[in-house]
């Protein structure tokens, strides 16, 4: 059974208010949110003086290694893994992501979820997003063009019986053959269907929108770029408020004014931070591996021989910080895009929001938005 916790005198940061006061966690929900609390804790952690912000933990809803390990190794150590590491920055749940492959590889990952169970200090597993195969080779960027598919509704079907049923999302093209069926058939079985390795045009973004589309993966990086006479998928999907859009800002996927220009667009509750992470992260520069190809990663970022981007080695609470520093934005705004779009977008009733009975999925933050503790489903996980 996990401690009783008191955090007093901190600054306590939702997406839609933001209160001095304390925090009592029992049994790994949030029980109490008062001033002055008091109650008995096992164990108390006191802001006076230390300036702490507390925000819901951070949910990366698109990340596929770290500390090196991948989704795609298809083993318990490698979600094990993953799941140490990522509390270190705040993240205190994930959707592992896997990458155009082989059938059976694909397969082998998501078998691998199947029946895992997350221990007490790490951060929690909360399904599995799909990029891949169902996308466009003129914008493969780094999913092995040769394992590209159309679409299956048969298939993903077959693989979501695999999984346990814990696909959430899945990343497609949905104007290659199959596509605007298979985005209305993900729609029909509560499957965020979000678009990306796409060239679709504006008509065909608008389309698959109203069959059911909610996303966009990587907004700016491998999609039809924005055209005067079509605004592609980058125009389209920056101009429809039906659409949540995932941004990697590290500012080697995008550049700051282009993060900029996103947020004055879509505002903070139309973004989803994300790291796109490669198994890198965390590590030395060096060579790595991804999908079965070589990456090679330097200060630069991740890539293949090609230059292609192959993923990031960035942190959440990384892209926090820049976030803030690009875009000036709230410290509520912060926890909209970290945290509370993607507890929607999944249809999280539990989390992204800091609130009595909710999870007690927490990062505590210094005013530098430094990670100084990562505190998952009631357990500190981290302490900086």
């Known amino acids: 059974m996990s401690k009783t916790i008191l955090i007093s005198n901190v600054t306590i940061v939702n997406y839609n208010r933001e209160i001095t006061g304390d925090l009592f966690i029992r049994d790994g929900k949030v029980e109490k949110i008062g001033q002055a609390l008091q109650v008995e804790a096992d164990i108390f952690l006191d802001g006076t003086a230390k300036n702490w912000i507390v925000m819901p933990g951070f949910i990366d809803m698109h990340i596929h290694g770290s500390a090196g390990f991948d989704m ?36 082998a990952a998501l078998e691998n979820v199947n029946g895992f169970v997350n221990n007490a200090d790490e951060a929690e597993v ?36 695999l999984s346990g049923n814990r696909i959430k999302q899945v990343t497609v093209a949905p104007e290659i053959v199959g596509g605007f069926e298979f985005v209305q058939a993900m729609s029909e079985e509560g499957i965020i269907s979000s678009i990306g390795h ?35 998928v980058v125009g389209s999907v920056l101009l429809d408020d039906h659409m949540k859009v995932e941004i990697i800002v590290d500012y080697i996927h995008s550049h700051m004014k282009a993060v900029n220009l996103a947020y004055r667009l879509k505002g903070a509750e139309g973004i989803i931070l994300i790291t796109d992470a490669m198994r890198a992260k965390g590590l030395e ?86 990670v100084q503790k990562t505190i998952c489903r009631g357990n500190i996980v981290f302490e900086s």
């Open 72 to 107: 795609m190794d298809a083993t318990e150590e490698a979600l094990r893994g993953m799941s140490r590491s990522l509390v270190k920055e705040g993240t205190t749940s994930y959707l592992p992501t896997t990458i155009t492959q082989r059938v059976d590889a694909i397969e």
């Open 285 to 370: 520069y060096g060579e790595y591996d991804l999908g079965g190809q070589t990456v090679y990663v330097t200060e630069k970022g991740a890539h293949l021989s090609s230059g292609a981007l192959a993923g990031s080695i960035l942190t959440m609470d990384q892209a926090v910080r820049n976030m803030k520093q690009t875009t000036g934005c709230s410290l509520q705004e912060l926890v909209s895009m970290s945290s509370t779009n993607a507890a929607k977008q999944l249809k999280l009733s539990h989390k992204g929001y800091i609130d009595e009975g909710f999870d007690a999925d927490l990062v505590i933050l210094d005013l530098e938005l430094n």
């Open 198 to 232: 796409s060239d679709a045009s504006s008509d065909e973004v608008e389309k698959a929108v109203q069959l059911g589309a909610k996303q966009a993966t990587h907004l700016y990086n491998q999609m039809r770029p924005f055209h005067h006479r079509d605004t592609g």
């Open 126 to 161: 909360l399904g599995i997003h799909v990029e891949g195969p169902y996308i466009s080779t003129k914008w493969a960027g780094a999913q092995p063009i040769e394992h590209i598919s159309e679409p299956s509704i048969e298939q993903f079907l077959k693989w979501q019986q």
